[in-house]
C-alpha cells in the first residue's frame, strides 16, 4: 500500500513511494575539471579552494513542508563563498568542540540550483557554523527571491514532488 507521501511521477509515469527531502550539489558552479591538477586549488569533502583566491563550504539550506509533520524540512546542499579571513577561521576551527558558538559569516550561494528564476547564484548568505560533524546552515538573505521566499514561508509536499520530478529525470 502506499504512502502518503507517495505520487505518480509527472517526468516517468512512474509511482514513487515518497519524493525525497534532500538534494545535494557535489561542487561549486565555479569549478571547473581542470582545477584538479591545479596546485592551488582543491576540492576535498566540505571545503574547496579555486586558484587560492576563491573560497567555499558546503552548507545546508532548509526549507520547512508546510503540509507534513511538523519537524520536516526539505534540505538543499549547496555551497557558499567566503571570504578568505572567513575560510580560514573555519578550517582554524572544523574539529573544535564548541565552533557553532563562532559569529556566522557572511557569503555569497555559490550554487545554481533548478526550479528557480532568477538565478540562484550569487544570492547573499549567512554562514551559521554548526557542531562537528554537520555542515552549516545558509541562511539567504531575505529578498524576494523565490528560494529566500520558500526559506522563510515553507513549501508543500506538491512543491516537494515537483522538486523530485526535475532533479530525479534531469534534461
Not at 509533520?69 to 579571513?85: C, I, N, Q, R
Not at 575560510?87 to 556566522?104: H, Q, Y
Request: hydrophobic fraction near 40%; include cysteine; glycine fraction near 6%.
Amino acid at each position: 500500500m502506499p504512502s502518503d507521501l507517495s505520487y505518480v511521477c509527472r517526468s516517468c509515469g512512474e509511482r514513487h513511494d515518497e519524493a525525497p527531502l534532500s538534494y545535494g550539489i557535489d561542487v561549486p558552479a565555479y569549478w571547473l575539471d581542470s582545477f584538479a591538477d591545479d596546485p592551488s586549488s582543491s576540492l576535498q569533502g566540505e571545503l574547496c579552494v579555486i586558484q587560492a583566491e576563491h573560497f567555499f563550504i558546503r552548507g545546508r539550506i532548509l526549507i520547512p513542508v508546510v503540509d507534513a509533520d511538523p519537524d520536516t524540512t526539505f534540505d538543499w546542499g549547496v555551497w557558499a563563498s567566503l571570504s578568505p579571513a572567513n575560510f580560514e577561521r573555519t578550517v582554524a576551527s572544523w574539529t573544535v568542540e564548541g565552533r557553532e558558538s563562532e559569529p556566522s559569516a557572511f557569503g555569497w550561494l555559490a550554487t545554481e540550483l533548478p526550479l528557480y528564476r532568477p538565478t540562484t547564484l550569487n544570492l547573499k548568505t549567512r554562514v551559521h557554523t554548526q557542531p562537528v560533524g554537520q555542515r552549516p546552515l545558509i541562511e539567504l538573505e531575505p529578498t524576494d527571491h523565490p528560494l529566500a521566499v520558500e526559506q522563510r514561508q515553507g513549501i508543500t509536499m506538491a512543491r516537494v514532488q515537483e522538486i523530485a520530478e526535475v532533479m530525479l529525470h534531469p534534461a
